[in-house]
């Protein structure tokens, strides 16, 4: 019996020697949730503010090449997701207080690689264009001498859109489409936008 005292002893000790550092080196490392308090996400950069000049509300004429036709309506373009988003939304009026077109746009900034992305959908009365509502195109921004250009990639065709003249009031788009990867270009449409009274 005292032999096996001593042995519980012997392990009691050692217990304790053992668990004694671990409890005070937990003591002094942080708990998760103390650790969680400092993490937050990265600061907006200057490539978050690409977009800063066309945020507002804007009203647009719209000239259609095939067909030839002027068409008018709002854009209005908004910061989301702490500035790591940017929402558009193109509304073209048929003049008679409806709506004809609606297209949505959503860009988001990846601070890894610098790049602005885009999907963007449509929705359209069935007359316009002959557009399926509802489908998706996804894209990618460059940001060229001043001027900002969308492009939408689908095999060789290709949709560019060149955001141009940019002024604290007004701006111009230029959209052209080329069916062959890129080599030449032909115009759809040119869009001339003044900001909106608010």
């Known amino acids: 019996m005292p032999r096996m005292m001593r042995h519980l002893a012997v392990l009691l000790v050692l217990g304790i020697a053992v668990v004694t550092p671990l409890l005070a080196q937990d003591q002094t490392q942080p708990s998760l949730s103390e650790k969680m308090r400092t993490w937050t996400l990265r600061p907006l950069t200057e490539e978050t503010h690409a977009w800063d000049p066309l945020l507002g509300k804007w009203n ?40 004809m077109f609606l297209g949505e746009t959503y860009r988001t900034y990846n601070p890894d690689d610098k790049t602005w992305a885009f999907e963007a959908t449509q929705y359209a009365t069935p007359h316009f264009m002959g557009l399926k509502d509802g489908e998706w195109d996804a894209g990618t921004t460059r940001f060229e001498n001043g001027d900002i250009i969308d492009e939408i990639p689908k095999g060789a065709e290709i949709s560019r859109y ?23 270009w032909v115009g759809t449409m040119d869009i001339g936008c003044v900001r909106a009274q608010e």
């Open 60 to 99: 647009f004429s719209q000239q259609l090449h095939s067909p030839e036709i002027t068409l008018k309506g709002t854009w209005t373009f908004s910061r989301m997701g702490d500035g790591f988003m940017i929402f558009d939304e193109y509304r073209t009026d048929n003049g008679a207080g409806g709506t």
């Open 162 to 184: 060149r955001f141009h003249n940019i002024k604290r009031d007004s701006f111009s788009v230029i959209g052209e489409k080329s069916k062959d990867g890129g080599k030449t």
